[in-house]
């Protein structure tokens, strides 16, 4: 398949970046158009940790943390990513792979490219990649790590 859309969900950590040689294949060998997501936490989805949030510091939490994602991203596609040119960049806030599976709906994508996980390190619930990989109506190439 030549000119697929795939997307790349990051959590910028260094396995997430295990991923990038191989969107960078695709993009040398399918021109491939590649979206970069970046999911952000719903705060107020959760129990508070010390007191009661209102809605206006919620607000401003997830504010600030948009913020951090996109600087994030951008540094991510300078550095690794020729500045990302061709790449469409995304943020959402909600969870993970509900998010990832609605922008697989919503931008029509080809396929997602994902970063396995150690399988030694317990996840509470049940961990993002492989609820992508049960619900996605699309292939998940897993990168091992």
Known sequence: ?????????????????????????LIREKKADVHILYVIPDIARHEPWYGEYDEQHVKRLTKREEKSATRRLNQLCTKYL???????????????????LKLID???????????HDPHIPDIGEPTL????????????????
């Open 106 to 116: 919503k931008e029509n994508m080809d396929m997602v490219v994902m970063a396995g």
């Open 82 to 100: 020729d500045g990302c040119a061709l790449f469409t960049r995304h943020t959402a806030v909600g969870e993970p792979a509900e998010e990832i």
């Open 1 to 25: 398949m030549n000119n697929p859309k795939v997307l790349w969900p990051t959590d910028f950590s260094r396995r997430a970046e295990k991923a990038l040689p191989y969107i960078a294949t």
């Open 130 to 145: 492989e609820k992508v990989k049960r619900m996605a109506s699309v292939p998940v190439e897993v990168i091992a790590t």
